[in-house]
């Protein structure tokens, strides 16, 4: 039995309009829309990064020990999955740019994949990554 963990990035949202919902429930959609909720919203994920099991645990070990960074992405394990939105990119940021200087190839391929996510999430603050742990 293989475990994978995917790294999975805001690629679109879209309201649910779907032809047998009431108008009035419509209407309340576009209501908590225009209020700043996100009632019918539904955010559309795309994976962008998948790692082998003991390979991404191998990887988050080359953070600092102790670090807050570190703390974030052990989350994985701990809890099954984690979101990494904008209030994440300087810590994280900080962290795997460090660590790249003892990292096998293979990680640091992985640590230029994150910080490029990290940049993108920097660019729009709407995007975010959902990061779950998955097994076969």
Not at 38 to 47: E, K, N, P, R
Not at 114 to 123: F, P, R, S, T
């Amino acid at each position: 039995m293989g475990e994978t963990v995917i790294f999975s990035q805001l690629s679109r949202k879209f309201i649910d309009e779907s032809d047998d919902t009431p108008a009035d429930a419509q209407q309340v959609i576009y209501y908590g829309l225009a209020i700043g909720h996100h009632l019918g919203v539904i955010d559309c994920l795309s994976a962008v990064l998948t790692c082998p099991w003991d390979d991404y645990l191998a990887w988050i070990a080359t953070l600092e020990a102790g670090s807050e960074a570190r703390r974030k992405m052990e989350g994985v394990p701990r809890y099954g999955e984690i979101v990494i939105d904008a209030t994440h990119i300087t810590m994280l940021a900080s962290a795997f740019d460090a660590a790249l200087a003892h990292q096998t190839a293979q990680q640091q391929a992985w640590s230029r994949e994150m910080l490029a996510m990290l940049h993108a999430i920097h660019q729009e603050n709407a995007i975010y990554l959902m990061v779950r742990r998955q097994r076969d």
